[in-house]
C-alpha cells in the first residue's frame, strides 16, 4: 500500500515531543502521565543508576505485536478470543484531539465482526527502555533512530539489513546479498526465541467458533488419513482412528497399538465476516465450508472507523508455521513415538520422538513418498517417560526448530534448509499440520497455531536526479501495478478469491510479479553502503519504514544517503525492556471509572468515549525484555 502510518517515538521522561520541542500538554495527557510517572520513577531511578537509558512511548502500532502503539483489545463475540487493534488512526497525532472513532473490529481467529470496538477501553502505547551505550548493532535489534527526512522526530524499528549489503523481499521473507557473496541468503534470526516471540496467532482451539460449530461448520482439527477421495482437504480425508476428541474441553486423546501412526489433522476452515449469519435471519443458511491456505491477515489491523472499513490486508499466503500444544503422556512402549508435521508448499517436514528414550528425529519428504523419509538430524529431548510437555514445533524462515518446555533442542546437524524464493502453495498447504502417535496413549490440548511475520515489498520509484520520491507500489510480488487504487484493489481480491485454490493462486501471484519485478525491481533492492543499515517493522503493512522513506529535506540538509538507509551516526540506542505496558482498569464490570474523556477537534468532550479509566493496573504479562 502507499500510503503508510508514521510510527515515531515519543520522548517520556523529558516532557518533549518526538521532535524534541516544548509543547503544551493536553490535560488527559499530562494527569495520566503524572499518574503514571508516579509508579514508574523508582523503576526508572535504579535503572539509570546501572547505565545510561532514556524511556519512550509507542504513539503507533507498526511494531506490533512486539510493542503497541496507541490501541485497544477486544474479545471476540463469536469466539471470545481477545485481542488487540491499533487505534492511533483515531487521533490527530499532534494535537491529540479524536478525528474519528473504531465502530468495529474483525477477529484473525474466526474472522467475525465485532460490533463491540466503540466502547472498549483505549490505551496509550508502551513504554520503553532504550539502552544509548550500544557499541554494535545487530541484525533484528529493535533500535530506536532520527528519522532520515525530519532528524528531529524519532523512530523505532527493527534492523534488518548492515552495512554493506543488499536486502530485498521475496515470498514474506528477507532476503541479502552480503560483500563478496554471488547468490541471495534468507536472513534468519540469530536467536530462535527472537523468532518464537514474534509470531502471529492463526487459531488457537481453545476458542472455536461455537455458534458456527452448531450451524454445521467444520472443526479444524479432525481425525485422518492420508490420501484423495471425495471430501479430502489437502489430500487427508476424515476418518475414524485412534483419535478420540473432547470438543467441549477442547482436548483429543489418541490411543493406537497396531504399530501404525494415527493422525490428527489441521484444515484450514477459515470463515470471514460473510460466513457469520446475520443476528436478524431467523433461519440462517451458512455458506459452503472451503479450506483455504493461511494467509497474512491480521485483527490489529482489521477495523472499522466510523463505518468505513480501514486497512484490511489480505491474501498472501503464509508458509511459515509453528504448531504448539500441550502433549499428556499417559502409556508409551518401547517403540511408542510421537510424529509432528508441517507442510510448506513441495516440502513437507516432520519430527519424529521416541517416548521412551527421548530422541528426536527430523527429516523431510520427498514429494508424495510417505514411505522412505530423509533424515536431516537427530537430537535428545526430555520427553522419555509418562507425564505432561510443552511442545512447539516449527518451520520458519527455512529453519526448523524445537522447543520442548520451552528449551531449544540441539540437533547433530543443521536444521536449515535452501528453498525457493518464489511461493509454490500447494494442495497440502489447506491441512498444513498433523500430530500423531504410534503404540501410545497420549492426550493433546491448547493447540495453538501461529505464522511468522510476513513481509510485503513495498516500493516508491526514486528520481535520484530530482531528489524525490515519484510514486509508490504496493508489495513487489503481490500489488504489481503502478499506483492505482482500483487496479491495485483488483489483484489484490484476485488473490484473495483464490486461497482456495492453490494452483490458481500460485500461478496468478507468479504471473503479475513477473510483470512487477521485470519494470520495478530495481527500486526494490536496497543497497547500504558502509555506514548505513536498514529498518523494516513488524507491522509490515501498517509501517511506514526505510521501504516507503522519502527523500526530500535530506539533500537540503546536506544528508545524501540513500533513500531507504539510517546512518549510523543517526541510532539513538537499543530497546531493551517494556517497563509499563498499557494499564488494564477495573471495579465497574471491569471498564474501571471515567475520569478524562476524549475531545472533537472544535474542543468539545465526547461524552460517552473515556481517555482515561480509574482504577488501573499494569498488564503484567507484557512487561518484558524485548527480543
Known sequence: ?????????????????????????????????????????????????????????????????????????????????????????????????????????????????????????????????????????????????????????????????????AIRVRKGDLWALRAGQTSW????????????????????????????????????????????GEGSVGNWRSVENGWAADREGRRY?????????????????QPNESTWP??????????????????????????????????????????????NTQVSIDRIDPDSEMMLELVEGPQTFQCVINLSTGSATLQYLNGDNRETPIVMATGRTSMTAAGSYDVDFANVDDRICLWVDNRLIEFDASTEYVSSDVPQPENGDLAPVGIAFRNAAATVSGLLLQRDIYYRNDVIQFDPQNGVSVSSYGDTAFRHVPVNTSQRDEVDANLIHLLNNPAAWASTYAQSSSVQLSSYGQYGEYKLASDEYLMFGDNSSMSKDGRLFDYEARPMNGIFSHRYAVREKDLIGKALFIFWPHAVPFLNS????????????????????PSFRFPFYPDFSRMKKIR
Open 185 to 228: 541468503q534468507i536472513l534468519r534470526k540469530d536467536d530462535p526465541f527472537v523468532q518464537k516471540n514474534i509470531q502471529l496467532t492463526v487459531y488457537d482451539d481453545n476458542y472455536p467458533a461455537t455458534e458456527l460449530l452448531k450451524l454445521g461448520w467444520p472443526e479444524r482439527w479432525s481425525a485422518s488419513t492420508f490420501g484423495a
Open 1 to 165: 500500500m502507499a500510503a503508510k502510518k508514521k510510527t515515531e517515538v515519543s520522548r517520556d521522561a523529558s516532557g518533549e515531543s518526538a521532535a524534541g520541542s516544548k509543547k503544551k500538554k493536553k490535560p488527559a495527557d499530562g494527569t495520566r502521565e503524572t499518574v503514571e510517572s508516579i509508579a514508574i520513577a523508582f523503576v526508572l531511578a535504579f535503572l539509570f543508576k546501572t547505565f545510561q537509558a532514556e524511556a519512550y512511548v509507542i504513539p503507533t502500532g507498526s511494531m506490533a505485536p512486539t510493542l503497541y502503539g496507541r490501541h485497544k483489545e477486544v474479545q471476540c463475540d463469536g469466539c471470545g478470543f481477545r485481542f488487540a487493534l491499533g487505534a492511533s488512526s483515531e487521533v490527530d497525532q499532534s494535537s491529540g484531539r479524536l478525528i474519528g472513532r473504531i465502530s468495529e473490529a474483525y477477529c484473525s481467529n474466526c474472522g467475525k465482526r465485532n460490533e463491540n470496538a466503540a466502547f472498549a477501553p483505549v490505551f496509550n502505547g508502551d513504554r520503553i527502555l532504550v539502552n544509548k551505550q550500544i557499541s554494535e548493532y545487530k541484525r533484528f535489534d529493535v533500535v530506536v533512530f532520527k528519522n532520515p527526512e525530519q532528524p528531529h522526530v524519532n523512530y523505532i524499528k527493527r534492523l534488518v539489513g548492515l552495512p554493506n549489503e
Open 253 to 269: 486423546t489418541c490411543d493406537s497399538s497396531d504399530g501404525s501412526f494415527h493422525w490428527l489433522r489441521y484444515r484450514h476452515f
Open 278 to 323: 446475520d443476528s436478524r435471519q431467523v433461519n440462517a443458511d451458512l455458506p459452503l465450508a472451503e479450506a483455504t491456505l493461511i494467509d497474512d491477515f491480521c485483527s490489529f489491523n482489521a477495523y472499522g472507523v466510523d463505518n468505513m472499513m480501514s486497512q484490511r490486508q489480505e491474501g498472501y499466503w503464509v508458509g511459515d508455521l509453528t504448531i
Open 590 to 609: 471491569g471498564e474501571g471509572f471515567s475520569v478524562l474523556n476524549h475531545k472533537s477537534p472544535d474542543g468539545k468532550k465526547v461524552g460517552d468515549y
